[in-house]
């Protein structure tokens, strides 16, 4: 075992010099190289389309035993596939965010100063076993010029490297080099550790993205800037000003439009004064297929109801389940929200402007929403194009992260011999 | 020793939970109540005048071993002190960045989108024995409405702590809680460890300020978001094409107009089709009486000059001290800053425009200057108002940081039943 980690680290190290070398080709390369590259990642996907979808149907026929929701992720048809193509091609056609001037003024002694957008460096990026993401993530990071280490889940080890062979195709059609984009090619897990230790400094920054066991990890052992993608626990209130069919309509499409989405809704904070919309909205979600659990209060109001635990107020289901809470007004649930909530997306149903501008001051989520399906939690819903996910980071990002959001910026300050007194 | 460590821990755990009693209630506070709080505060601090400058008299006493720079910072007088009153007094005057919306668009499906500054938090703010930090510091925390933990170089604590009581008489004064602002009560560097940990998640963000000790420290130990400000490890790069009278003039402000700053001037890359400049530009410094290393060839051109070693491409003096080193070429340049620098600030001289824009291109440090002194490195320079310093980070802020880089911000969500479909 002390043989099989030496190696590994040696292994990761060895790709994180290689990311280095493959951002400093990167950043230096024009816009169109960098759309060509992608665009033609997107023809190369077409053109492995028969291995790929061999080695998904072995990640596929090794998970057998994973959840059907899970299965479901990791599956790809020709369809799926021709999907994840398009998708490469409208993020090769997105706009370039590198080198935009963000701000630029002039100085009272002549020094002109602009912010330019500039890449991060080199990503590395750690998913679920989702093949489409090795593409979606590659590309966005191509187009705001970072190098990527991607580490995608175990399962979908077998099609995420056909799908990476794809990748690198690309990059070496446009003359870049496929250090660039690189997968580590082994499902032990110990080199998730080696990422979010930095290989050497040679991670810029990590993004996560998952549920609780990639948080607690993330927290524990992360050693470099962390973009956080983690869970959504995501809330309505029902404030006793709602219109009662908007109330119906909202919470029924924020938890059953998709269920597995980090934007679903989880939890149901009802106003005591707005309780006797709860009967008929239970209904509606039953009716869907959607179980409940709910406190005391929510219990005699719905009795089918199962009792909700303490663990329910903290669990993303990413399943038709919805724990459901009886609050005592808009300050207890907006409590409730910063006790239990995940900073992700939150909202309100309020037809009173007061109380609706109350809790979007009080709540500090990433995305706090009134009046709208909380599944609204999403890059392109936002008009930001194709997106790495939502960041429930305080810092650099939050909220939908596409190509823009993986830049920082620098000042570039031009003088004609200006000294400072 | 454990009975010590016990103790600190639960202090600082404490620390944290106040602080975020003292956040909550900051971040609901009105933009009036702490451009009050802060103004109070200036008032305070000429209030306290004796006690603090008796304290700051105890501070040098106790410091008599320190370098003659070190107590310089350290040293506070009537006038100092006004200063330190007066950039209060600017503080609170600045513009409140909270609540700021800094885009806002309207979707297709009528969904209106908001972007708004909100504050990032609790801030741990790590510095050096500088008693006027401690009040520029707290200010800008309060302007940008995120509560902060303070802890200043221990010798200083005398000083620090005898602001802090002014800064907490300017908050309860405005009807904010203690708890906004903290002084860390002890010197016991265990308290930075505490701190770098996160304090059982009660600090959003870490501000390191010093030099490469406390570097390494960060790198190691830090579990939670960190904005480094950290070396300036500056460098200029007198091309062949730069104009003489130019380049002599930057150097010498750049290096010694102040040599404890951190856009001070450390290392001279001096063109091999510029080295005719070097010897009046180092007569220059020499008279000016800074001390010169350089490498063999620059050597051979100025042979008083002392001979630089590796370790002097990685030093920051902060001090009248300078190294010189010929480079083949504008790459060659970037590569050394690239190698050795610490991503701060760094420019060229240079005529010719293309060799201009090749190196404000190729170097990918916060501030990148052409024909412009590197003290130009300064919040206030750059027309931020005042600044907690300039990061070195790569991420969320680069460069002068101020109130405004002080927050973060939240997506705003108005809909009008909006479900997705």
């Known amino acids: 075992m002390d043989d099989a980690c030496g190696d590994l680290a040696l292994d990761m190290a060895a790709l994180g010099r290689a990311a280095r070398a493959g951002f400093d080709a990167l950043r230096l390369a024009s816009s169109a190289t960098r759309t060509a590259a992608i665009a033609a990642m997107a023809q190369a996907v077409r053109g492995h389309a028969a291995a790929i979808l061999d080695a998904n149907a072995a990640d596929l026929e090794a998970a057998a035993r994973l959840a059907p929701a899970m299965q479901d992720r990791l599956r790809l048809t020709p369809e799926r596939l021709e999907g994840v193509a ?7 056609a997105l706009p370039d965010p590198v080198g935009q001037e963000t701000a630029r003024w002039t100085r009272p002694n002549g020094l002109d100063i602009a912010r330019v957008r500039t890449p991060i460096g080199v990503i590395g990026m750690i998913y679920e076993a989702r093949p489409n993401v090795t593409a979606d993530a590659a590309a966005l990071c191509i187009r705001s010029g970072n190098a990527v280490i991607l580490r995608g889940g175990s399962e979908s080890l077998r099609s995420s490297r056909t799908i990476h062979a794809a990748l690198v195709e690309g990059l070496k059609h446009a003359g870049l080099p496929a250090s660039a984009v690189q997968i580590v090619p082994t ?55 709602a219109d009662p069919e908007m109330a119906r309509a909202l919470v029924l499409n924020a938890k059953m439009r998709r269920v ?22 239970a209904a509606a979600l039953t009716a869907a297929g959607c179980a409940l659990r709910g406190d005391r209060r929510a219990l005699s109001l719905v009795p089918d109801m199962t009792p909700a635990s303490e ?13 459901v809470r009886i609050v005592d007004g808009l300050e207890a649930a907006t409590d409730h929200i910063a006790a239990y909530g995940s900073g992700h997306t939150d909202g309100i149903v309020a037809q009173d402007a007061a109380a609706v501008e109350a809790f979007l001051a009080r709540v500090d989520s990433a995305i706090v929403l009134a009046n709208a399906s909380t599944q609204f939690a999403d890059g392109g819903e936002f008009g ?11 810092l650099h990002a939050r909220g939908p992260v596409g190509a823009e959001q993986l830049t920082t910026f620098k000042y570039v300050v031009r003088g004609t011999g200006q000294t400072r007194p």
Chains 1, 2 share one sequence.
Do not use: K, N
């Open 86 to 92: 398009q998708s490469l091609e409208s993020v090769s």
């Open 311 to 323: 663990a329910d107020w903290r669990t993303e289901y990413l399943a038709p389940i919805l724990s």
């Open 187 to 241: 499902a032990d897990r110990a080199a998730v550790g080696a990422m979010l230790s930095g290989l050497d400094g040679a991670i810029d920054l990590v993004i996560p993205r998952g549920g609780r066991s990639l948080v607690e990890r993330v927290q524990a052992e992360a050693r470099v800037p962390v973009l956080g993608h983690l869970e959504g626990l995501c809330h309505l209130y029902i404030h006793p000003s």
């Open 384 to 394: 930001f194009g194709a997106e790495i996910g939502i960041s429930t980071a305080r």
């Open 260 to 281: 597995s989405v980090c934007g679903a809704l989880e939890t149901l904070l009802v106003d005591v004064a707005a309780a006797g919309q709860l009967p008929g909205i």
